[in-house]
T-cell receptor, first 109, second 114 residues
Framework: GQNIDQPTEMTATEGAIVQINCTYQTSGFNGLFWYQQHAGEAPTFLSYNVLDGLEEKGRFSSFLSRSKGYSYLLLKELQMKDSASYLCAVSDSNYQLIWGAGTKLIIKP | ETGVTQTPRHLVMGMTNKKSLKCEQHLGHNAMYWYKQSAKKPLELMFVYSLEERVENNSVPSRFSPECPNSSHLFLHLHTLQPEDSALYLC?????????????FGQGTRLTVV
């Protein structure tokens, strides 16, 4: 079966760095997405990785290792507004998105 | 404003009611999706429309009936729902159906079945 695993909840301190991991087992791979979802709001796109390596976008970076079936989202200089759920999704061989259950990130002052 | 608008934002309905959820996008996208989001569970893809043609139906019960009259509008018709159908229903659109395209989501309809 197809499976995406990510931690249910993480807590971090304002100004610090946090890494949210995502491991996947899918039939085929056509890219991995990260989305951010604030409570009661729509998920919004953060990043897309299809090749191995690190993609940096401001305070957020996303890493992919296809051989390990592994990705992480790195958030630097954490702000209170970064409190949200972070969703990992993989596009499989049929270009269907397989979603993780999301990681709820709590930022404390 | 995400470019994808869903109405209503909240809906409470009885098990014998019939209601419809509406989704509208003016992003010029060719693909539209209905997702179900339950607490602490992965997003569940329900239906996919590409160029107004339904291309996927992931074993969704017949009490959910989608309709896509044009490339900008998508409906989800609901009838004789069960309490376990209570969830957040999200509409999304993307430029193309392939899974390499960024999806834009609406803010969802919070559905409660009583």
């Amino acid at each position: 079966g197809q499976n995406i695993d990510q931690p249910t909840e993480m807590t971090a301190t304002e100004g610090a760095i946090v890494q949210i991991n995502c491991t996947y087992q899918t039939s085929g791979f056509n890219g991995l997405f990260w989305y951010q979802q604030h409570a009661g709001e729509a998920p919004t796109f953060l990043s897309y990785n299809v090749l191995d390596g690190l993609e940096e976008k401001g305070r957020f970076s996303s890493f992919l290792s296809r051989s390990k079936g592994y990705s992480y989202l790195l958030l630097k200089e954490l702000q209170m507004k970064d409190s949200a759920s972070y969703l990992c999704a993989v596009s499989d061989s049929n270009y269907q998105l397989i979603w993780g259950a999301g990681t709820k990130l709590i930022i404390k002052p | 404003e995400t470019g994808v608008t869903q109405t209503p934002r909240h809906l409470v309905m009885g098990m014998t009611n019939k209601k419809s959820l509406k989704c509208e996008q003016h992003l010029g996208h060719n693909a539209m999706y209905w997702y179900k989001q339950s607490a602490k569970k992965p997003l569940e893809l329900m239906f996919v429309y590409s160029l107004e043609e339904r291309v996927e139906n992931n074993s969704v019960p017949s009490r959910f009936s989608p309709e896509c009259p044009n490339s900008s509008h998508l409906f989800l018709h609901l009838h004789t729902l069960q309490p376990e159908d209570s969830a957040l229903y999200l509409c999304a659109s993307s430029h193309e159906r392939t899974g390499a395209a960024e999806a834009f989501f609406g803010q969802g309809t919070r559905l409660t079945v009583v």
